[in-house]
């Protein structure tokens, strides 16, 4: 039952699957970043919010957006493949409990997010200069959002039948969630019913979070927020765990 040594080896084939095809999985989201960035300090040279640079300001955003978008895509494309591949009859006869199997792609999800997310750190560094407000609360909302949306592509990856199926909810759900998120612009700016709207983005409460371990700057209480996000984890993970323990979706396709 408590095959551990099985879990770590899942671990590690979906950290060695995204590194094989490392140009698409975090070569491609930094120059993506990079473009944002570059667009948006030019349309926006000279612009302060709340003391910084706008670049300033928008850095934090785009890091935490390349979180949520890498640990997402990972499981959930994974799983997608495995079904349509046929290999999702390994994973259906290994001897791992659905504890073990979430936990096994979430942790490589954080994996590539957190490494995705810390080379477009460092890329963005070449453009401007970032003093790390609270390093130890930057690493902690790293791996909270992480986790989560990796949990969330996992459980997203175990209802979706065909690539489709993800390009709709990529669609969908997560960019408009990013987009309401304050990524771009501080949501304090919104009218009313944005703002209200934003409020019941979880995505918000990560981003906001993140960027203020990053600069210091927020919106929300950070109190608030990184509650928020522990209790988040604590609700989805188990979800996730129920689902995988039933297996009546995990069929080919």
């Known amino acids: 039952m408590k095959n551990w040594y099985g879990t770590f080896q899942l671990f590690r084939r979906e950290v060695t699957r995204f590194t094989k095809i ?4 975090t070569i491609s989201p930094i120059v993506s970043n990079l ?8 349309a926006l040279s000279g612009r302060k919010i709340n003391g910084v640079s706008y670049i300033q300001f928008l850095a934090p955003g785009l890091i935490c957006m390349t979180l949520i978008n890498s640990s997402f895509s990972n499981p959930s494309f994974a799983f997608v493949i495995a079904k349509f591949a046929g290999t999702i009859m390994d994973l259906l006869i290994s001897p791992l409990t659905g504890i073990q199997i979430v936990l096994a792609y ?3 999800a954080t994996v590539r997010a957190i490494f995705t997310a810390t080379l477009t750190l ?3 560094l070449l453009f401007t200069h970032i003093n790390l407000y609270d390093i130890p609360m930057t690493v902690l909302v790293a791996i909270l959002t992480s986790f989560f949306f990796g949990t969330l592509g996992v459980i997203f990856g175990y209802l979706a039948k065909q690539f489709d199926n993800l390009t709709v909810i990529t669609t969908f759900v997560m960019t408009p969630m990013s987009f309401l998120g304050g990524v771009f612009y501080p949501v304090s700016t919104l009218p009313d019913f944005w703002k209200t709207l934003s409020f019941f983005n979880p995505m918000f409460y990560f981003i906001d979070l993140f960027r203020y371990s990053v600069i210091g700057i927020y919106t929300i209480d950070p109190m608030i927020s990184l509650l928020i996000a522990f209790f988040a984890n604590l609700l989805l993970f188990p979800f996730a765990v129920y689902l995988f323990s039933k297996g009546k979706r995990l069929t080919i396709l």
Request: proline letters at 0%.
């Open 122 to 124: 460092i890329v963005i």
């Open 35 to 42: 473009l944002y960035l570059i667009i948006f300090s030019v």
């Open 22 to 25: 490392i140009v698409d999985t």
């Open 106 to 108: 979430v942790c490589a």
